[in-house]
């Protein structure tokens, strides 16, 4: 029987992610932030369809800046997101500091809300609905800036939350495009809101996503794809040289090996020679070493 050649589903993406990078446990209380967008709705759901299988429980919460009047109702549409999955949901206002850079300063108000919600619910991590494609603009926003390496690591899927509020933030739909995204919307029936300000080219970001991203999937289709290893490969700094100059066809290997359950797996390189690889350090071995 053939094999089916249809891509992953969001769903099968984060459940695979939240497995290999040990996102939570089962019994885990996980904070959902949603907007009502399309990305925090897809993860709302999902997470919400997983729940039998993955053990965990869910809360939600919704973050109103003040600073758009649209916010009170994106924030509505999100409240009935969170019933129709049967998640309990509550809306908290941040305080936005004044000073420069806006989109900064919400972002730190939007973590210190989050951070706080998740304390009182007893959460064990809070669920952010970044994808591939924010974490590869991202990077790309540091490459404007001039970031060093340790920079350009971005967005991994479990981090400490950035106001350290001694709580981690977790990215389950990290794995899937945006197009897996929207598709997942289509196929569950699930509507959402749309931030004007994502298209809006005033902002560096806006740029980034609909006139670069763009450009350079005309020069490289798997450019995205690309960068989120680039990024995975500088968030682990002990990784040997060898690991590093993986091509995608040897890292699919070793990402098999790892959800079967083994410890090792040997890999082809190019020229000939097979490598033994220890899946849990991310090194190299000797065969006496294994």
Known sequence: MARSSRPPSLVTLARRLV??????????LVLCAISGGPDSTALL??????????????????????????????????????EKVGVPFEVCLASVAPGPNLQERARTARH??????????????IALGHTADDRAETLLLRVLRGAGPRGLAVLPPRAPSPVGAGIDVVRPILLARRSDVLLHLERQQLAYTDDPSNRDRRFLRAR???????????????????LCHLSDMLARPQEDELLASFGR??????????????RYSTVRLSGGRDVTVDIFENTSVLPDER
């Open 19 to 28: 497995r290999d990078e040990r996102l939570f446990a089962r019994g885990d």
């Open 45 to 82: 759901h999902g997470l919400a369809l997983l729940r039998r299988e993955l053990g965990h429980t869910l809360a939600a919460v919704g973050v109103n800046h003040g600073l758009r009047a649209e916010a009170e109702r994106e924030l509505s549409h999100a409240a009935l997101v969170a």
């Open 112 to 125: 210190d809300a989050l951070a706080a919600a998740a304390q009182r619910h007893g959460a064990s991590v």
């Open 208 to 226: 980034v996503r609909h006139e670069v991203v763009p450009l350079l999937e005309q020069l490289s289709p798997g450019v995205v794809e690309h």
């Open 249 to 262: 066809a040897q890292r699919r290997q070793l990402e098999r090996a790892a959800r079967l359950g083994r």
